[in-house]
């Protein structure tokens, strides 16, 4: 009855579920819906009960729980050791896992122990059919993996016809949060699981999060600012615009030299490496150095007067324009079309 | 800081097409690759492994092994990392290899790793740019049944059969402490990697796989032959030992594309001037159209 099911690794901290945990599980819902299987949560750590009702909130039928105190900080091996006693038992078809730190030490731990096949850093996961010449035989219902490869120049669509669970670790920010839904109704499974000495090898000593006030790396929108943004009242554009979006405000290096923006918020090969949903580069030249850091955006919007410009030959929009006029006119329409949507609701 | 027996550090490297140098030469209009135009090149976290296993090394005395699984052109990383400082170094190649992924790769690294046996610490950059998987630590460590410590930026403490970690996280930092024999994999802020130092590079130029004597014959006419420059070689200590997967054990369901779970169902070229690219003009309407096809692909909410 748990065969054939797609299973997402439900990361948390501090008794939050991390986002990208969330839009797997929405993304797991669509796929499962096509091939008619369960969503089943995988969560694993002490006192965590209260996230469960969490997940299937966001589209999952089943929690796995497993409650333990050595499970309360994300550790490889008491991780690893649940997670293949319990794939070895129910045997799920697709296991989704966020690109996190400690998502991408998890994965590949549980898929050499179950030597399945597993895909790193997916953009994107479709169901579809695989035919194998050799063997003339067409798998029905494959996970399509698909990936950038070789340094972003290609991209990759990778399946594991032979082997389950299909595993593969997905980017954060890349799949959509589906809303939450507080009266869906699931089944929370709980389990207790025993370890060996051999697990507990490795302690933790410590664990620290840097506060700060500013977090690109995690921004799904970033609207960024170069030389081409000459007066801190454009600056304000910048911020104004961000905040609508739900984004931060970035800078290439020239904006920060220029003292009008501090050095926190620098993109680029010396600055922060950031990959948002939806990058705005208002008078950014695009210097490699720049690029480097913002080039795996999803979308780029960049508008320069120079149409000359290095950023728009990645731009996925060029507006050849001045920031001071082309910045307005985007927040009147997000802003008119908010309105609409609240006329309409 | 330091009260450790001598530790044995085996490190794992790559050679990788520099793809973090990906100019217009090597992308064409079409969106072809020139694979040829890409230099190869020593996979940089893999350097700052070497690395920090060396000043392990200079902490608590011990031996660096370097190994690589490639073709016999990844001798060059296995001759520099003799250069900046490593004791041994072995090349894996076997015809069989090709075509493996991250899982019959680190099958074939932890039986060259069994192999050399008597290792405290194994190490290998956190991932390679030509895959960007991170994977093949991990699953290495796991094959050996030995703990990973990801992300490592600093060696805090070492004493005889415990090691003190730093790892770098996105959101902070964590200190462990582990058993050996175990895994580390390192980034790219633990150390800078030490050059090539001369006199080690006078020393061991000559150093070479079978596969190379044909041309530094060329160079170095006085060896009349392949037996001859295989003598002088081994006299010296310069002949890089090539194991086959024979030669390590390897299983052969579990090497090369057999051992490889995954398979490349297509392969999508990227132009970097993305085609999906739109000249959007400067007013309410082009914007408004903009903000539009953003909202419909969710980029916008």
């Known amino acids: 009855m748990t065969a054939k099911n797609i299973w997402v690794f439900i990361e948390h901290t501090d008794d939050h579920i991390a986002e990208v945990s969330l839009e797997l599980v929405g993304k797991a819902r669509e796929l499962a819906d096509q091939v008619g299987s369960e969503v089943v949560g995988f969560l694993c750590g002490h006192n965590v009960e209260v996230l469960a009702q969490d997940v299937i909130a966001h589209g999952a039928d089943r929690v796995i729980l497993a409650e333990h105190e050595e499970l309360a900080l994300y550790r490889t091996l008491p991780y690893a050791r649940v997670a293949i006693e319990e794939i070895k038992k129910r045997e799920p078809e697709i296991f989704l896992i966020g690109g996190t730190p400690n998502g991408r030490d998890f994965a590949p731990r549980v898929a050499s122990a179950m030597k399945c096949g597993l895909t790193a850093d997916c953009t994107d996961l479709q169901i579809g059919d695989y035919y194998v010449k050799k063997e003339d035989k067409t798998y029905k219902n494959l996970l399509f993996q698909i990936r950038p490869a070789f340094g972003g120049n290609l991209v990759a669509t990778i399946v594991n016809p032979h082997t389950r669970p299909q595993m593969a670790t997905v980017r954060e920010g890349v799949m959509r949060k589906p809303a939450a839904d507080a009266a869906r109704q699931g089944v929370v499974e709980k389990i207790t699981p025993t370890f060996d000495a051999k697990d507990l090898v490795l302690e933790v000593l410590s664990h620290q999060f840097r506060k700060s006030t500013i977090n690109l790396k995690d921004a799904p929108v970033i609207v960024a600012g170069g030389a081409g943004v000459g007066t801190a009242d454009e600056f304000a554009l910048l911020r104004e615009l961000a905040n609508l979006l739900g984004g931060e405000v970035g800078a290439s290096r020239a904006a920060v030299d220029s003292g009008l923006i501090e050095k926190v918020h620098q993109i680029g090969q010396t600055g922060t490496t950031v990959r948002p949903r939806l990058y705005v580069a208002a008078g950014i030249s695009g210097a490699i150095q720049h690029r480097a850091g913002m080039d795996q955006s999803s979308k780029i919007i960049a508008i320069n007067t120079d149409p000359n410009a290095p950023m728009f030959q990645i731009a996925h929009y060029r507006i050849v324009g001045d920031v001071g006029e082309v910045l307005p006119l985007i927040i009147k329409t997000l802003r008119e079309r908010a309105m609409d949507q609240r006329e309409a609701e | ?301």
């Open chain 2, 1 to 301: 800081m330091t009260d450790s027996r001598p530790i044995n550090c085996v490190v794992l490297v790559k050679q990788v097409p520099d793809t973090h140098n990906v100019t217009g030469e090597v992308m064409s209009k079409d969106g072809t690759m020139n694979r040829g135009a890409l230099p190869a090149i020593f996979n940089p976290e893999d350097l700052n492994a070497l690395e920090m296993a060396l000043e392990i090394k200079e902490r608590t005395g011990g031996t660096v092994t370097v190994v690589t699984m490639g073709p016999p052109k990844a001798a060059n990383i296995l001759r520099d990392s003799l250069f900046r400082g490593a004791d041994k170094v072995v090349l894996l190649t076997d015809r069989r290899f090709a075509g493996a992924d991250t899982l019959a790769t680190s099958y074939v690294l932890k039986c060259a790793v069994e192999k050399l046996g008597g290792y405290d610490l194994v190490l290998a950059g956190r991932q390679a740019i030509d895959g960007d998987t991170a994977q093949v630590g991990p699953q290495t460590a796991e094959k050996l049944g030995i703990p990973q410590i990801t992300y490592a930026e600093q060696v805090i403490e070492i004493t005889g059969d415990k090691i003190t970690v730093q790892r770098a996280l996105d959101h902070g930092s964590e200190i462990v402490r582990c058993t050996f024999p175990c895994l580390l994999t390192v980034v790219n802020t633990a150390n800078t990697p030490r050059p090539a130092n001369v006199r080690r590079q006078m020393e061991r130029k000559l150093a070479a796989v079978p596969s190379e004597y044909a041309a530094i014959r060329t160079q170095w006419p006085d060896f009349e032959s392949d037996e001859a420059l295989d003598a002088y070689l081994t006299k010296h200590d310069l002949k890089i030992p090539v194991w086959s997967a024979d030669d390590i054990g390897a299983t052969e369901g579990s090497i090369g594309l057999a051992g490889s779970p995954t398979q490349v169902h297509k392969v999508n070229f990227v132009v970097l001037e993305s085609t999906e690219s739109k000249t959007i003009p400067a007013n309410a309407e082009g914007i408004a159209a903009m903000i539009a096809e953003l909202v419909h692909e969710y980029i916008v909410g």
